[in-house]
Nanobody, 121 residues
């Protein structure tokens, strides 16, 4: 079955950097766009970044403002999120997401288990 496994969260000081990874399995990774979302305290889950299946089309949430970079390696079935200039407001749980076509049930939303990002001095 479809699985998304994130890694790379942790604690970083304000202004610091952190890299997240998400490995997909159970589907043809290269055929699908991938995204990172986050859930920060007091706010709804929001889009951080999306990357198209071939990596050409990329868009970011307005709050990113050039600080984060999404990328993917279709040979490794992995999508990455490189975060720099982290602020305390960036703290939260970051989720990997994919909408995948399943022959027996159509389009389905899949989420990773989430990885915690803490930004504090």
């Amino acid at each position: 079955q479809v699985q998304l496994m994130e890694s790379g969260g942790g604690l970083v000081q304000p202004g610091g950097s952190l890299s997240l990874s998400c490995k997909g399995s159970g589907f043809v990774f290269a055929n699908y766009g991938m995204a990172w979302y986050r859930q920060v305290p007091g706010r709804e889950r929001e889009l951080v970044a999306h990357i198209s299946s071939n990596g050409v089309g990329i868009n970011y949430g307005d709050f990113v403002k050039g600080r984060f970079t999404i990328s993917r390696d279709n040979f490794k079935d992995t999508v990455y999120l490189q975060m720099t200039g982290l602020k305390p407001d960036d703290a939260g749980v970051y989720y990997c997401y994919a909408k995948v076509w399943i022959r027996t049930s159509g389009w389905n939303d899949y989420w990773g288990q989430g990885t915690q990002v803490n930004v504090s001095s």
